[in-house]
Nanobody
Framework: QVQLVESGGGLVQPGGSLRLSCAASGSIFRIKAMAWYRQAPGKQRELVAVISSAGSTNYHDSVKGRFTISRNNAKNTVYLQMNSLKPEDTAVYYC?????????WGQGTQVTVSS
């Protein structure tokens, strides 16, 4: 059974940085594209960044140049480095496969960007 556990969120001032981590259990991690998603209050969940099993990446236009997704297959972990954070980045951040699979959704980690 696969379980994804997100961590690393918090409160940060505009312009600050955070690094999110997603630890995956189970054997699917190394063969799957992984992604970070986010859901802001009152909005639909949206795809933020994707990384293939081979390491190629893609980003939502709103985070290009500011966020970096990476993965460590030996540790079954995917990361999201977030720099130059803006108030509009405030959301609960989740990791999942890409495309997403409903049973894999975890609790997420809250990111709040505010002065």
């Amino acid at each position: 059974q696969v379980q994804l556990v997100e961590s690393g969120g918090g409160l940060v001032q505009p312009g600050g940085s955070l690094r999110l981590s997603c630890a995956a259990s189970g054997s699917i991690f190394r063969i799957k594209a992984m992604a970070w998603y986010r859901q802001a209050p009152g909005k639909q969940r949206e795809l933020v960044a994707v990384i293939s099993s081979a390491g190629s990446t893609n980003y939502h236009d709103s985070v290009k140049g500011r966020f970096t997704i990476s993965r460590n297959n030996a540790k079954n972990t995917v990361y999201l480095q977030m720099n130059s954070l803006k108030p509009e980045d405030t959301a609960v951040y989740y990791c999942n496969t890409n495309p997403s699979y409903s049973p894999y959704w975890g609790q997420g980690t809250q990111v709040t960007v505010s002065s």
